[in-house]
């Protein structure tokens, strides 16, 4: 079946997460944490963030989860802020994180253009941040859908926002890619009929895509070669 629409997730997808969200969950612990050491080890060891490394560990529950869910576990070390104020910090932060694409966007998106694929992408992010980051990058323009956990759509790995990209764009889900580099991607596809593809610009390994997936690539510059093989 011939590919007429492909939808990405932002984070670990379009972007590389290592180097970009590593970076900014360190500055956002510990500007939250105010120099209180012990409220940066109890915000760090809610996130499953490693100080040492820098680095998320790859079981995190934040990594493929919403900005609320984000803001739920650092509120468990922060009885002192609510809920809502660090879910509108992490949103105002996100919006400037250090962006780290994982191939030139640009000349990408636009060769997928000239071969008449519509494009979005669905983030459970919130849509303000992933505005504010593909604008960032230059690429905001290049997509037809933009959709964050809170659009209205629900988020994944329900198929809801999914299915909603296909009815913006006039694309069924059987002629649709999911992109992804979380088990929530492409669970979120499969049940959306969609297509699916994994990429390894994220925290999962191939071993964890692969049952979910239809192929697992080494990022999304790989995918036009996918694309000729299905002809």
């Known amino acids: 079946m011939p590919v007429d629409a492909i939808l990405f997730d932002k984070d670990g997808t379009l972007f590389d997460f290592g180097a970009t969200w590593n970076v900014w969950a360190r500055r956002v612990i510990d500007e939250l944490a105010e120099g209180d050491a012990a409220l940066t080890r109890a915000m760090a060891a809610a996130v499953c963030f490693d100080l040492d490394r820098n680095s998320f560990l790859p079981d995190s529950p934040v990594i493929a989860g919403t900005n609320r869910e984000a803001a739920e576990y650092l509120a468990g070390a922060l009885p002192h802020r609510s809920v809502e104020e660090i879910e509108a910090h992490l949103t105002r932060s996100a919006a400037e994180a250090p962006l780290a694409p994982a191939v030139p966007l640009a000349e990408f998106l636009d060769a997928l253009a000239a071969r008449g694929i519509r494009l979005g992408v669905m983030t459970n992010d919130t849509e303000y941040s992933a505005r504010a980051q593909l604008g960032g990058a230059g690429v905001l323009d290049r997509f037809d859908f933009i959709a964050g956990f809170d659009s209205g759509f629900g988020a994944k790995p329900a198929p809801d ?12 889900p059987s002629r649709t890619a999911m992109v992804g580099d979380s088990t929530h991607d492409l669970i979120a596809g499969r049940a959306a009929g969609m297509a699916t593809l994994g990429v390894l610009t994220g925290m999962a390994g191939a071993e964890e895509l692969a049952p979910h997936a239809d192929a697992v690539l080494p990022d999304i510059g790989h995918i036009p070669d996918w694309l000729a093989a299905r002809r």
């Open 161 to 172: 926002p999914l299915l909603a990209f296909c009815d913006a764009v006039g694309v069924a």
